[in-house]
């Protein structure tokens, strides 16, 4: 395995709030490339998030998109692509291309795209369980929030690989007293409700883009006790945060990228922001 390296004696410090990196460091690396989340890492954060898609081969890959067209040189759906299909092409270079690139053609952040590992940590397509491994290699704790992305043709197939995923790496069924290391998110109710059956020791956190009048007064699918609002409904609806507390539950936030956002997630007293930008949200916690 190959380490994330931290600094020497670097140690992030604890903090109320978990800083928890959306696709990776995602403003600085390509995301869902194990470079952004190796960079996110090294920069501290408390957790990873990643967005995972079951391929027509049945592997679990870190891709938001149902298409690969936006992050990739590639076309096409996800669920109608092989593992060694997305393994040719390129998910990095379009993140370099709109950041520009040095005039000696090196990249700003990692020198020669062609001369370096790090090329191909921008490049190549990450798997579930690459990410897996990097994580258990980090040498701190470092969570890991997976989402699940539907609909999906392969509907329950992709819980089920998951859970057998997260078996093997021993996160199903973590020690007594000592709370899993990765969690479930999902806007689906249901693709929660499979994970749960199946592994009830792995938390679920329940995403919402808007707040139906079935969840308003913070009640949330059986099962799940942790709340996932956008950052636009914690603005609008500042009292969502309070009302879901009282039902007993915590509130994970995304996307948050901004200091004042920070400041109100922190005000309001959330559990988890959910950024882009991990090195900058937990300067900006550290700073007040």
């Known amino acids: 395995m190959t380490t994330a390296r931290p600094a020497p004696g670097f140690r992030p410090e604890p903090s109320a709030i978990s800083v928890v990196a959306h696709r990776g460091a995602s403003e600085d690396a390509p995301e869902h490339t194990l470079a952004a989340y190796r960079k996110a890492i090294e920069d501290g954060a408390d957790a990873l998030e990643c967005d995972v898609r079951l391929t027509a081969d049945g592997h679990l890959v870190c891709v938001h998109d149902r298409r690969i067209n936006r992050t990739s040189n590639g076309r096409g759906a996800v669920s109608n692509l092989e593992l060694s299909d997305l393994a040719t092409l390129d998910f990095g270079s379009w993140k370099d291309d709109a950041a520009g690139e040095a005039p000696d053609g090196r990249h700003p952040e990692l020198g020669s795209a062609h001369e370096t590992a790090g090329d191909t940590e921008r490049t190549s397509v990450l798997t579930l369980e690459r990410l897996l491994e990097l994580v258990a290699d980090a040498g ?61 020791a792995v938390p679920a956190v329940y995403l919402m883009q808007f707040i139906t009048p079935r969840h308003r007064e913070g009640r949330l699918p059986p099962g799940v006790r942790i709340a996932g609002p956008s950052i636009r409904i914690v603005r609008a609806h500042p009292d969502y945060v309070a009302k879901a507390h009282s039902a007993g539950h915590e509130v994970h936030v995304w996307t948050v990228n901004e200091e004042a956002d920070v400041d109100l997630c922190r005000e309001l007293g959330v559990e988890a922001i959910i950024t882009n930008r991990p090195k900058q949200v937990r300067n900006w916690l550290k700073s007040t």
């Open 140 to 200: 701190r704790r470092v969570e890991l929030a997976i989402e699940t992305k539907h609909p999906t043709r392969w509907a329950g197939q992709v819980e089920q690989r998951l859970v057998e995923l997260l078996e093997r790496f021993g996160h199903t069924k973590p020690p007594p007293g000592t709370p899993s290391p990765v969690r479930v998110m999902s806007f689906s109710a249901r693709s929660l409700q499979r994970v749960r059956a199946a592994a009830p």
